[in-house]
């Protein structure tokens, strides 16, 4: 069992940064994939970027592309998402979670088995 604990969330104007944080704690290893996804009232969600234990290979949506990195640091069992230049339509609550394999599935959420509970996200124009 993996349980996942997001943090960072907060209030921010246009242009403005947030870092989020999601600890791993439970069974993980190498071959597990963290991904970021966000979910905006009424609206499906998205898959925002995915980073690979094993080799820290990364996957971004076009959408955040230049603007949001994911890392991690292993001997914390943490995974980050900086986001900088922070939009409105950016607001939403932000989930981490963990699958086994590399594949980045960042379309098809329903991939990941894992889940945070979520924290929330508002940038105001």
């Known amino acids: 069992q993996v349980q996942l604990v997001e943090s960072g969330g907060g209030s921010v104007q246009a242009g403005g940064s947030l870092r989020l944080s999601c600890v791993a704690s439970?069974?993980?290893?190498?071959?597990?994939?963290i991904g970021w996804f966000r979910q905006a009232p009424g609206k499906e969600r998205e898959g925002v970027a995915r980073?690979?234990?094993?080799?820290?290979?990364?996957v971004y949506a076009d959408s955040v592309k230049g603007r949001f990195t994911i890392s991690q640091d292993n001997t914390k069992n943490t995974v980050y998402l900086q986001m900088n230049s922070l939009k409105p339509e950016d607001t939403a609550m932000y989930y981490c979670a963990a699958r086994e394999g590399a594949s980045a599935y960042l379309s098809n959420p329903a991939m990941y088995k894992y889940w945070g509970q979520g924290t929330q996200v508002s940038v105001s124009s």
């Open positions: 980073i690979y234990f094993g080799s820290g290979g990364t």
């Open positions: 439970g069974y993980t290893s190498s071959y597990f994939s």
